[in-house]
């Protein structure tokens, strides 16, 4: 039996086991022999039908391992890997190791190129359900580890990795994390790679991976100042508040010093990052100004950006702020609290009210201005405190209601007749309205009179002067024949029903 033959039979039949046994053995020709023809027989099977593909992917683990071990180079095998029909297995490890055996005879160059290759080809896990590190994912990063190349940039591989060890923890299969080989390299693209916040948050029990790491972290296992770092970069880049939440999780379980906090960075992020993080960062500015570590300019612009926003926690917060500034810092806090005057809820703006009032023997002319251009938005009680504090105040004027506007459109003009239908009507004449006569009796439309008066399609000139019809009357065209012939049938129907007495013409 050829080399071909005796593969194809282990592969239908499903014994992987012998089929990587048989595959060993073979030489350089055998190889050839097999890489020949398997691509073919794949694109043959899969142009049978569903039932065919289906087929396909019960055997995708032989398939697999014949297009590892028999294909030529790395960048075939890789593409051989990651066909649609084969890329997912029922025992992504047992795989992983099978192909690792079949391919350790190659060159290591060969090796690392198809670690790369498969790394890159990772797909973002879109799909719910166990396992989610991904299709690929496991020979990828046997493939790292046993052929110790950088692994590429790739969010696939990072959230793979992420999900890994969540699914190991979930299962009962977990490891300690210190001891995982692929930690040193994934922690700080953690920060990074998209679809990770999920992983990240996964909770097993009572512990998370966040939990985890920040324990690494205590025990020097892990660098702290990456984890802070990668905290602040991902914040800087910005996203929704469910793909932060985890960062802002681990940065509170860190306890940042008031050295590592990156004031001008957090500052600039307040008015437009997602409410949870606000709320981390406002914390933190707060402490680095109780170590003096704002400066007076950096203040005004933090607690403007908290009243700015439109959460009342916020605004409460850069209120509680500014009540615990020195009165010096008078000029930067007016113009935020001017900006309360404005809220809808009476205790935000009464309590601005009152630290105004409070600040302002300590204020500059700029600051008095800004805050009396917006008190005309208070109550008349509010802004007469303000007006007794800052000076005379306008009332704001009333804004007009809009109504809606409704503009009548003229009509667009009907199109003229079209010229076939002008020309349809010169080949027929229709027939007068014939009044019924309300002493005579009443027509009976019978069958037998309908019959014997309506010509036939092929008689219709003929069947219209035996009716009575005039002879004058012009002849309808072949073109003009349906409707013609209905005016026709209908006269020769009324005329064969009416009574006539005797004497009287068909026609009166």
Known sequence: MNPWQEVVERIEAGDNKDLVELLRGFGEVGRRAVAVQLPAHLAGRVGQGWAARW????????????GAACLGGAAQVAAWLNRRELRAVSAPETDAARILSLIEDRPVKWREELAVRLVRRLRPLTRRGWPRSGEGWELAAALVL???????????????WAWRVTERRQ??????????????QMVPRLFHAQGVAEALAWQNGRSTMIDELAALAAVGRVSRRTLLEGCASRFMAGGEGGELAPFVTLRRRLGAEVAEIPVLDFVRLLPSAPSLLVELMAEELRRADAAGAVNDELW????????????????TAGLRWIAEAAPSRADGALPAL??????DTPALRDRAVRLAVALAPHAGELAREAVRQEAGLLPDGPRGRIEAAFGEVAAAPAEPLAGAVLIARALPGLPPPSPRRR??????RPSRPRPRSSSGPSPRWSSSAIASAVPSRGRCGRGWRAAGGDRSTPTAT??????????SWRDACWRSSRPTTAGSSPRS
């Open 423 to 428: 020309s349809w009507r010169r080949g027929w």
């Open 300 to 315: 005004a612009e933090a607690v403007q950006a908290l009243t700015f926003r439109a959460e009342k926690k916020h605004v």
């Open 338 to 343: 001017a900006t309360v005057f404005g809220q």
């Open 478 to 487: 072949s073109s003009d024949w349906p409707r013609t012939t209905a005016c």
């Open 171 to 184: 299962t009962g299969e977990a490891q300690d994390l210190a001891q995982d080989p692929l930690l040193d």
């Open 146 to 160: 046993k052929t110790g190349v950088d692994v590429p940039d790739s969010d696939a591989f990072v959230a793979g």
């Open 55 to 66: 087929e396909v992917r019960d055997r995708a683990a032989g398939f697999r391992l014949a």
